[in-house]
């Protein structure tokens, strides 16, 4: 079957501008994760969903990112006023039940400019 | 605080040569830690999926272990070969969120 997936897979924005990035999850996968990974370091957590309900959002690093999953599968992840520090690869996670494997998509390499 | 900590950084050593690669975290309450690999550029290829009860998984040339109450894992790689050559992550599945190290680069020589 399907993987997750990511859309768009690369995304350059000028500073300044919102951008949206998409997460398709495995279907059925209960739980869905987000994180960002910098250049040269291990991906951080950044929000996790289970379902449509948001159960932890410790890992956004500032209120200009925000996330949702408003029917249970498909999340998106906004980023408002981007920020040259915002620039790295954002990671979507699914798995089909609490404290499972998580299975990753490919990532969206975000350039901030 | 979950912390996840890799040793080396960095290793560079000839073909055919077996390795170890360590991880080690700080909090032992965890469901289960993985490895995975990652390519420059590419996403994450998961190796090994070690559950809390268990001491060790086996794939190929690749073998993990897990010490939960030491908080410990390593990675044995056998007869390395060239395309082996990629950053490897360790991670926690934690507080149900992965916490990740920050990785070995590693790369073999031909």
């Known amino acids: 079957g399907a993987g997750v997936s990511q859309s768009p897979r690369y995304k350059v924005a000028k500073r300044g501008q919102d951008v949206a990035l998409r997460c398709d999850p495995i279907?059925?996968?209960?739980?869905l994760f987000w994180y960002q990974q910098a250049l040269g370091q291990g991906p951080e957590f950044l929000t996790y969903?289970?379902?449509?309900?948001?159960?932890?959002k410790s890992g956004l690093p500032s209120d200009r990112f925000f996330a949702e999953r408003p029917e249970g599968s498909v999340s998106t992840l906004k980023i408002q006023r981007t920020q040259q520090e915002d620039s790295a690869v954002y990671l979507c996670?699914?798995?089909?039940?609490?404290?499972?494997?998580?299975?990753f998509g490919p990532g969206t390499r975000l350039t901030v400019l | 605080k979950q912390e996840v900590t890799q040793i080396p950084a960095a290793l560079s050593v000839p073909e055919g040569e077996n390795l170890v690669l360590n991880c080690s975290f700080t909090?032992?309450?965890?469901?289960?830690l993985q490895w995975f690999r990652q390519d420059p550029g590419k996403g994450l290829t998961s190796l090994l999926l070690?559950?809390?009860?268990?001491r060790e998984q086996t794939s190929g040339r690749l073998n993990a272990s897990l010490d939960k109450s030491s908080g410990r894992s390593t990675l044995y790689i056998a007869a390395s070969q060239p395309g082996d050559s990629a950053t490897y992550l360790c991670?926690?599945?934690?507080?149900?969120?992965?916490?990740f190290g920050k990785g070995t680069r590693l790369h073999i020589l031909p």
């Open positions: 996670a699914s798995s089909p039940a609490r404290a499972n494997e998580q299975f």
């Open positions: 279907s059925g996968h209960v739980s």
């Open positions: 969903f289970q379902n449509e309900a948001q159960l932890d």
């Open positions: 909090d032992s309450a965890i469901y289960n």
């Open positions: 070690i559950q809390s009860s268990q």
């Open positions: 991670a926690v599945n934690w507080d149900d969120k992965i916490i």
